[in-house]
């Protein structure tokens, strides 16, 4: 019996995995479990049915290369697939030089993997071209607590703190299908008296729960913030004293919602002024307020601009900080909060040091054993490098650890034709995904059962998932296949073993280089320790974390530099900006990025569903969970004006491309929208391309569209 975590979401569910002769059985019963504090004993359908991939055939047990010639498959030798891979790296290297190869992680990846592959860029394959799906997570709530604290923790307090508040406003979340059990906490909340707030264009189970609902047209999140602090301060019920202490910046932003008024505001969202003033009143009215963001709010090519508003909301409100109260990003990827902090993102190096930084630069070259001259500079955004591939000035190769592209990537039809225009792709996956159908290479790797390693819940909790089972024979760890890639690029692994008690200062860049003598680790508890050293000094201090203290602690918070009891809230005292302030951001509503017209005159948004799981390369191959297919959900009124039936088919097109799949007639969403799942191949041959200036965030959830029958 082994208790680790769920594969899934970013909850990260404490679970049970025993041996049932050749199953592996999934409970939550021991005492660790039943009392984990993110689930407290609940899981959802994926969690009970995690381990359904066990003993599948379709699990990939053996490296297969695809002949380009014949598309025919054939099985290799783990020596064949990883010789093969490193000489074509080493020659695009050298005739097109570095850059020439890109790297794609995933959010679901541990911190090990992540951390690894960032190195494994920079250091074996000399790259900028890193970027992973997480990207398309949670990156505008990154962008905009960047800007806003001055630091990106999804949750900068426990989940369960929601129970205590007063509000809680949910944009964009549907919280009770993606993770059921945190919904408990708005049940609580409920009992206690509290009040919840829901706003998003379609009434999910989420919505249902709510004491008031707003639906406001796909993309009008942000003028609805602007309103609602437009009311607030015409109310006198801005905190002027927290606003003085511990912010700056609000008078350009007071100035600029002056202009938000009710009125104005129902026009563009499509929310009544009423409803608007109620949601006003009753913030005004309470002492506590949390307000939590999701990807409803975020992914959008103005998404930054919309956190920043709510931001500013619970700024004015004298919210962050105080107990039970403040703003949230609720990150979706079981690591989508850890694998942005350890070096897989184009802009990063771990410990969430930027890598234009010159001291971070020099701290984690230092880690590394390379001179910091020879770390590469920031590189393209997911959609920007996949964009870019096989094009004069783009990648010529592509690795892929832990993601579905053509299934995730928006505009996919396109990113697929990119992919094809490379001279190697290679995929690293535990079944053939989409994206491994269109490979060079696919590389079999293991499952979360089957090996040990850190994940970061969505509230910065840093837990570990252990080992439960051996891989089935041929299949390897993703740290066994980034350490076979650089040994065989012979790129150095020079760690300096003495890091974590005298850790390079970047004012000792003449500490002496480690050359490449010394092996890449595949230990994910060896890897760990070198990244708590890599991240240590930087805003996600992991330095004070290790594999025991999470067992015996149910998880370490972060920044928890050595000795510390790690941080489970944050900004009680002060914001990680230089003057301990956070920053109001003034933003201005542009609108999704492509407007309805005639030829298409709806929105369309995209979302996901109780039984599946982000690209569904994993959930759809499981059994036990309903797999309906994708569907395309819209109003009775909508149905009724384009003769649509309820499970018949209709037609969607948008600008980029068409589906066809049944209707679900439902009164739930707006007559003006339709809603499609992005589990399956189509959803995003749909989706909009278009970036948000800041964060890189493609606009997956509104563009126009067309319905036929
Ligand atoms: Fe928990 Fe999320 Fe797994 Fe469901 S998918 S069991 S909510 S971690």
């Keep these: 019996m082994t208790d680790t975590h769920c594969p899934y979401c970013s909850l990260q569910c404490g679970m049970t995995l025993s041996r049932k002769g050749p199953r592996l059985e999934v409970s939550v019963r021991s005492q660790k479990n039943r009392h984990s504090p993110v689930n407290e004993g609940a899981l959802c359908r994926k969690g009970w049915t995690a ?14 290369v695809r002949d380009r010639a014949t598309g025919e498959w054939s099985a290799a030798t783990w020596d064949e697939a990883l010789d093969l891979i490193a000489a074509k790296l080493a020659e695009l290297r050298d005739v097109h030089g570095a850059d020439a190869n890109a790297v794609f992680g995933g959010g679901g990846l541990t911190n090990e993997k ?19 799906n997480g990207r398309w997570c949670m990156s505008s709530a990154a962008s905009a607590g960047n800007q806003a604290f001055g630091v990106d923790r999804g949750l900068p307090f426990p989940l369960a703190d929601i129970e205590q508040t007063d509000v809680c406003v949910l944009v964009g979340s549907n919280l009770a299908e993606t993770m059921p059990p945190a919904a408990r906490h708005l049940d609580r909340l409920r009992e206690r008296g509290g009040r919840v707030v829901v706003i998003d264009p379609r009434l999910t189970p989420t919505g249902e729960r709510a004491d008031l609902f707003l639906q ?81 709010a975020e992914q959008h090519a103005q998404g930054t601009a919309t956190v920043l508003a709510w931001l500013n909301v619970a700024l004015a409100l004298g919210m962050p900080g105080r107990p039970f109260s403040g703003y949230g990003c609720l990150t979706g990827q079981g690591n989508g909060q850890g694998g942005r902090e350890h070096g897989q993102k184009a802009d990063q190096l771990p410990g969430y040091r930027m890598i234009d930084d010159p001291a971070a630069r020099a701290h984690v070259a230092g880690v590394w054993g390379i001179d910091p001259e020879t770390i590469p500079g920031k590189g393209r955004s997911a959609y920007e490098l996949l964009d870019a591939l096989g094009t004069p000035d783009g990648p010529k190769s592509l690795l892929v650890f832990g993601s579905n592209i053509v299934v995730s990537a928006p505009n996919a039809s396109h990113v697929a034709s990119r992919l094809a225009d490379l001279d190697l792709l290679v995929v690293a996956d535990m079944v053939m995904s989409e994206t491994a159908a269109l490979a060079d290479v696919v590389l079999p790797v293991t499952q979360w059962a089957e090996e040990t390693g850190t994940m970061t819940n969505l509230e910065g909790r840093v837990i570990l998932r252990n080992q439960a089972i051996t891989p089935p024979d041929g299949v390897r760890n993703d740290l066994d296949v980034i350490a076979g890639l650089a040994t065989r690029l012979e790129a150095p692994a020079g760690v300096r073993r003495d890091v974590l008690v005298d850790y390079p200062s970047v004012d000792r860049q003449e500490r002496p280089v480690v050359s490449g003598a010394t092996r890449w680790q595949t230990d994910p508890e060896e890897i760990f320790t070198e990244l708590r050293a890599a991240s240590k000094g930087g805003k996600a201090d992991y330095s004070g974390i290790t594999y025991d203290r999470i067992r015996e602690e149910d998880g370490v918070f972060w920044p928890c530099p050595e000795g510390s009891d790690g941080t489970p809230r944050l900004f009680t005292d002060t914001f990680f900006h230089a ?35 982000q690209s569904g390369a994993q959930t759809r191959r499981i059994k036990e969970l309903p797999d309906d297919g994708i569907f395309v959900e819209l109003h009775p009124l909508l149905a009724d004006r384009v003769g649509a039936h309820d499970g018949d088919p209709v037609v969607v097109r948008t600008a980029r491309g068409e589906l066809k799949a049944p209707a679900r007639i439902v009164t739930t969403i707006r007559p003006d929208t339709v809603f499609v799942p992005f589990h399956w191949v189509g959803a995003n041959r749909l989706t909009n391309d278009a970036l948000d200036p800041s964060s890189r965030m493609p606009e997956f959830k509104v563009c126009a569209a067309a319905v036929t029958a």
């Design 51 to 64: 381990a359904g991939l066990r003993g599948s055939r379709e699990r990939l047990t053996t490296p297969m």
């Design 114 to 132: 992540a951390y690894q592959l960032g190195k494994f860029a920079r250091v074996a394959l000399g790259t900028s071209q890193i970027d992973y």
């Design 216 to 296: 406001p047209v796909p993309g009008t999140d942000l003028p609805l913030a602007l309103g609602v602090l437009h009311l607030l301060d015409a109310a006198g019920a801005v905190d002027e004293d927290y606003i003085a202490e511990r912010t700056t910046g609000f008078q350009d932003v007071r100035r600029s919602v002056a202009a938000w008024w009710p009125e104005m505001v129902e026009r563009v969202s499509g929310v009544e002024a009423a409803q608007l003033r109620e949601l006003a009143d009753l913030l005004a009215g309470a002492e506590k307020v949390m307000v939590l963001t999701a990807r409803g």
């Design 579 to 613: 003057d301990g302030r956070a920053r109001f951001v003034d933003v201005a509503h542009r609108g999704p990025a492509e407007q309805t017209t005639a030829d298409f005159p709806l929105h369309l948004t995209t979302g996901r569903v109780l039984a599946q799981y």
